[in-house]
């Protein structure tokens, strides 16, 4: 019922910048969470950052003060700007819409982008 479409990735030097975007479409409660997680081969997903449809945001302490999410509530639109991009956060990254309020409980998946820092 839910679509999320992802664009923004791609390669990017060390210390350049990159910003992500996720579009949601379909049957979508206003009250959600939209997030960002990414996952390295071999590696477990892990979330980067979240934002509730209050405009609260959570952050990975590996990522706070290089990337910011923000979301656009009427277009159902979540972003991730990331600065400052080090090899480590090479990664697939995933976008999340979560609806906690539905009955039950519904998670959304985009199909994930690739993020690769390298000179």
């Known amino acids: 019922q839910v679509q999320l479409v992802e664009s923004g990735g791609g390669l990017v030097q060390p210390g350049g910048s990159l910003r992500l975007s996720c579009a949601a479409s379909g049957s979508i409660f206003s009250i959600n969470v939209m997030g960002w997680y990414r996952q390295a081969p071999g590696k477990q997903r892990e979330l980067v950052a979240r934002v509730t449809s209050g405009g609260t945001t959570t952050y990975a302490d590996s990522v706070k003060g290089r990337f910011t999410i923000s979301r656009d509530n009427a277009r159902n639109t979540v972003y991730l700007q990331m600065n400052s991009l080090k090899a480590e956060d090479t990664a697939v990254y995933y976008c999340?819409?979560?609806?906690?309020?539905?009955?039950?409980?519904?998670?959304?998946w985009g199909k994930g982008t690739l993020v690769t820092v390298s000179s």
């Open positions: 999340n819409l979560a609806q906690s309020i539905t009955v039950p409980p519904r998670d959304y």
